[in-house]
């Protein structure tokens, strides 16, 4: 408030308003007698206004009338009018009653003169804010204006919900916007023929080719929609020709904004119809802000976006650890723009070597642990056993260990549904890191957890970019088999779900995230190639290739055997860490790591199978 009072336009304000109580007063008294106020009553007039007008300024400023600029007045300011002058006018009916018992006063003034005054003080308000900011009002006045606007891209809005009117109100508010909006289409029948913001909804989303002629482009405004109703809307847009496009899920806008410039091409995600992410954000808080936070594999795509995510809980500092000179130089540079004052300490570090490793830990000290390095591609892994080995396991092993060195608070490791009943290398060693964190839970006594997921859409090594490239090719789109399915989520939607889970645990949990019903590749694909303006078979053709060394046809999630519970959120679930030997497993491991360094496939997958029991390779 000091910093407001110090500004030139508060008193200005001020006096504008001072003007408006004084007239609304007068005005009051002159419509009570017919516009010829007795001497008595004018005597009493002047008498109180000389209190009634510092009260009355007083008040709006305890009510913040004065914080709101008056080209961006909404809702809130004028609530905030309404608020001031029903005060004052209790106060001033009050004072009026203790003082002079009404003795010679009209009631009927003092409602009068709280109406009026919100008329004015709100009015004034939309009045300037009109002028201002009104696209039609500007373009009456400006002829220029109007023809500019002659050339923007006339937008139909798909969905008259909250997302459809703040697209809405960013455009109207834009001088600088190319859209026109022309009006909504919603599939609630009520909202037909109802306006937002003075733009009709003009019928439902089967109406769209009535309105062909209408609009040059569409906007798909409903964040928040089934898989199947996303898909038909998707289709009767495409149907007719014209580019479309669509509001970004939350879990997408990290600052939970709604953007004109954040509105994208319609993606394979949005036809998933998965529901927006609810986080418990001050259980978060609570164990990340303030802390120094380490993420390895930062420069990967589940890795980033964990930062990302991470940034927004106020971290101490936060370091970026990658084996990737481009990847850390990457993610640096985009934090180093945001100018948050956090500290981003980049480490350019490979998680096999120890002594590196030890480095970062001496001289960062970090708090928090989110594991998310590793090896993921099967059949590469399949081909380099000793690779897998070496990376994902001895990795693990010089992270946790280390951890539990330097008195780390929680360390938590990215999982995946391919260490349940591997058949694969990479599942397999997956499922050691898991058994390394459970183990290490056990020995120190820290917070080791895991957090299992399946794949994740667009992540560096999943199928989509392939299909992307492929369908820029001309194809064809190459699948394994016609029965293969996964399940997917979106990435960011996996981060802020990794974050949750790992302020609920205690140590030594897996948690599973909801991943939904799993979905066919090949539908995946041919949603791709809609999406990307041809069609199946008749534009791009898909050839089935055979299912690669180590795949399944089918992922799970869990083992047989273990117990599933439901946590405090509905997409997280959490298994217990069952009872684990920590010398036998840290003997099994140092053996396994030995006998990586022959390069002898066989006698790798063999020890592998000692360990972890229900892996079943499909090439001995």
């Known amino acids: 408030m000091l910093r407001i009072l110090r500004t030139r336009n508060f008193y200005i304000l001020v006096v504008f308003d001072a003007c408006l109580v004084c007239f609304s007063y007068v005005l009051s008294y002159l419509l009570r007698f017919e516009g010829s106020i007795p001497a008595q009553q004018l005597a009493l007039l002047k008498s109180t206004l000389v209190f009634i007008l510092p009260l009355k300024l007083l008040v709006f400023m305890l009510f913040s009338v004065y914080r709101g600029m008056w080209r ?8 905030n009018v309404l608020k001031g002058s029903s005060v004052s006018s209790l106060l001033i009916v009050g004072i009026v009653a203790f003082v002079y018992r009404f003795q010679g006063f009209s009631r009927s003034i003092f409602f009068m003169d709280w109406l009026l005054t919100v008329i004015c003080i709100g009015g004034i308000r939309i009045c300037v804010r009109i002028v201002l900011f009104d696209k039609t009002v500007r373009m009456f006045f400006d002829k220029e204006k109007w023809k500019s606007s002659k050339k923007k891209k006339r937008l139909l809005i798909v969905g008259a919900g909250s997302a459809g009117e703040k697209i809405l109100r960013e455009i109207q508010e834009s001088s600088k916007s190319a859209f026109l909006p022309i009006g909504f289409l919603d599939d609630d029948t009520h909202k037909i023929s109802r306006t937002i913001h003075g733009l009709p909804v003009l019928g439902t989303t089967e109406d769209i080719a009535k309105y062909y002629d209408r609009f040059d482009e569409i906007v798909i405004a409903v964040p928040s929609i089934s898989s199947k109703d996303m898909r038909r809307i998707v289709e ?14 939350i879990w997408e806008l990290v600052e939970g904004k709604v953007l004109i410039d954040r509105i994208r091409k319609v993606s394979v995600a949005d036809l998933m119809g998965r529901e927006e992410v609810e986080l418990d954000t001050a259980s978060i808080e609570e164990i990340l802000a ?37 990847n850390i130089f990457r993610l640096e540079n985009e934090f180093r723009q945001r100018n948050g004052g956090l500290t981003i300490q980049p480490y350019l570090v490979d998680i096999r070597d120890k002594n590196s490793l030890r480095y970062v830990f001496e001289r960062f000290e970090p708090e928090v642990i989110f594991h998310a390095a590793a090896y993921k591609h099967v059949p590469i892994m399949e081909m380099h056993p000793w690779e897998a080995i070496r990376n994902n396991v001895a990795g693990t092993l010089n992270l946790a260990s280390l ?19 591997p058949t694969n290398v990479m599942g397999a060693t997956k499922r050691i890191c898991e058994m390394i964190a459970l183990c290490m839970n056990v020995r120190w006594r820290k917070r080791y957890l895991a957090v299992r997921f399946g794949n994740v859409l667009a992540s560096s090594g999943s199928a989509l970019p392939l299909f992307q490239e492929q369908i820029r090719r001309g194809g064809p789109v190459t ?7 996964r399940y997917f989520m979106s990435i960011p939607e996996a981060a802020q779900l990794v974050l949750q889970a790992s302020s609920m645990g205690k140590g030594g949990e897996i948690f599973i995230l909801d991943m939904g019903k799993p979905m066919k590749v090949l539908d995946v694909a041919k949603d791709l190639i809609r999406l990307s303006g041809f069609e199946p078979e008749r534009d791009i053709p898909i050839e089935f290739i055979g299912v690669r060394p180590g795949e399944k046809l089918y992922e799970e999630l869990i083992t047989e055997g273990e117990g599933i519970a439901p946590t405090g959120h509905k997409k997280i679930f959490v298994l217990e860490g069952a009872s684990c030997d920590y010398d036998q497993l840290m003997a099994e491991v140092a053996e396994l790591i030995s006998v990586s360094e022959g390069y002898d496939a066989h006698a790798i997958k063999a020890m592998l199978k000692k360990i972890v029991p229900e892996y079943q390779p499909q090439c001995q």
């Open 403 to 421: 951890a539990a060195e330097h008195n780390c608070e929680c360390f938590v490791l990215v999982s995946t549904d391919k260490a349940v009943r």
């Open 236 to 249: 009767l847009c495409d149907s007719t020709g014209k580019k479309y496009r669509i509001v970004p899920g």
């Open 290 to 326: 303030g802390k120094n936070v380490l993420v390895t594999g930062a420069g990967g795509s589940i890795g980033s976006e964990l930062v990302r995510q991470i940034y927004r809980f106020k971290p101490r500092a936060l370091s970026l650890l990658d084996f990737s000179e481009y």
């Open 479 to 485: 699948i394994t088999h016609p029965e293969m399915s």
């Open 72 to 79: 961006y007045t909404s809702y809130s300011d004028l609530m």
